[in-house]
């Protein structure tokens, strides 16, 4: 059976910095594509980052560009996300999702709350 | 960036009665490799999206036969043949053809 368990959510202030986790198990991890996608709370689903199978190509929405990295090791069959200039706009539960093109498989979620 | 609009935004239902989800994008979703990648999820309350249906007709694993998807280009449909309590929640499509994918702004089915 299919995981996907995220953590580090938190209440961090505006400005400030996080890095998502997301620890995989029951595929084939290095083999697929891996994403995060967010849903600010009451909101819909937003994709942010996509990134290939051996990090060597990545892809993020516009907003989320130049302050955000997502990253993977494979060797751990884990999938990151490091977040920087967090603003109350960034506000939401991040998931990570599998092979993004269709998202096969999602996470339960982890939240991060910007706010002084 | 690919704009999905979905209709209607709210869905009410009686029990055992159909339901139909729109779901248009603003360009083609034919992609070069020859697949349309147009997903739909359901989202339950307090719960995690699931898929239920990827390139546009091809129904998950477990997902009853009473939800199918079909459509074309830039116009599909979800359809669920008769509801039942347990379909209560958001439903949203997502293309996966054009980076940044996108999502539409989900229905809510309810029972009315």
């Known amino acids: 059976e299919v995981h996907l368990v995220e953590s580090g959510g938190a209440l961090v202030q505006p400005g400030g910095s996080l890095r998502l986790s997301c620890g995989a198990s029951?595929?084939?991890?290095?083999?697929?594509?891996m994403s995060w996608v967010r849903q600010a709370p009451g909101k819909g689903l937003e994709w942010v980052a996509s990134i290939n199978q051996d990090g060597s190509t990545k892809y993020y929405i516009d907003s989320v560009k130049g302050r955000f990295t997502v990253s993977r090791d494979n060797a751990k069959d884990s999938l990151y996300m490091q977040m920087n200039s967090l603003s109350a706009d960034d506000t939401a539960l991040y998931y990570c999702?599998?092979?993004?093109?269709?998202?096969?498989?999602w996470g339960q979620g982890t939240l991060v709350t910007v706010s002084s | 960036d690919v704009v999905m609009t979905q209709s209607p935004l709210s869905l009410p239902v009686t029990l055992g009665q159909p339901a139909s989800i729109s779901c248009r994008s603003s360009q083609s979703l034919v992609h070069s490799d020859g697949n349309t990648y147009l997903t739909w999820f359901q989202q339950r309350p307090g719960q995690s999206p699931r898929r239920l249906i990827y390139?546009?007709?091809k129904r998950d694993s477990g997902v009853p036969d009473r939800f199918s998807g079909s459509g074309s280009g830039t116009d599909f449909t979800l359809k669920i043949s008769r509801v039942e309590a347990e379909d209560v929640g958001v439903y949203y499509c997502m293309q996966g053809t054009h980076w940044p994918f996108t999502f539409g702004q989900g229905t809510r089915l309810g029972i009315k």
């Open positions: 999702a599998g092979e993004p093109r269709t998202m096969e498989y």
């Open positions: 390139k546009v007709s």
């Open positions: 029951g595929f084939s991890f290095s083999t697929y594509w």
